[in-house]
Nanobody, 125 residues
Framework: QVQLVESGGGLVQVGDSLRLSCAAS????????VGWFRQAPGKEREFVAV????????YYADSVKGRFTVSRDNAKNTVYLQMNSLKPEDTAVYYC??????????????????WGQGTQVTVSS
């Protein structure tokens, strides 16, 4: 069992940066793949980024590529999402999610077993 807690959200201006954290408890993070998703009001939850177990490879949605960076600190059992050059369309509740050994499509939310409670990110113009 893994418990995930996100933090770091807030209200920022266009072009600002934020760093979200996803802290895990219960099991070591190093054997899990951790993804970030977001959900804006009235829209479906969408994939943002993932960091793969083992290789540490990262993948991003086209909408955030070049602006967001996902990283992990295994010693702290924490995954981060560094968000730069924020835009109003980045406004959403951001969730982290974890799974062991995804063999399907890591962009699909149903591939993940554990979810955090979400943190609100609001980008004001």
């Amino acid at each position: 069992q893994v418990q995930l807690v996100e933090s770091g959200g807030g209200l920022v201006q266009v072009g600002d940066s934020l760093r979200l954290s996803c802290a895990a408890s219960g099991r070591t993070y190093s054997s899990y793949e951790v993804g970030w998703f977001r959900q804006a009001p009235g829209k479906e939850r969408e994939f943002v980024a993932v960091i793969r177990w083992g290789t540490g490879s990262t993948y991003y949605a086209d909408s955030v590529k070049g602006r967001f960076t996902v990283s992990r600190d295994n010693a702290k059992n924490t995954v981060y999402l560094q968000m730069n050059s924020l835009k109003p369309e980045d406004t959403a509740v951001y969730y982290c999610a974890a799974a062991r050994g995804i063999v399907g499509d890591f962009r699909r939310s149903y591939e993940y077993d554990y979810w955090g409670q979400g943190t609100q990110v609001t980008v004001s113009s």
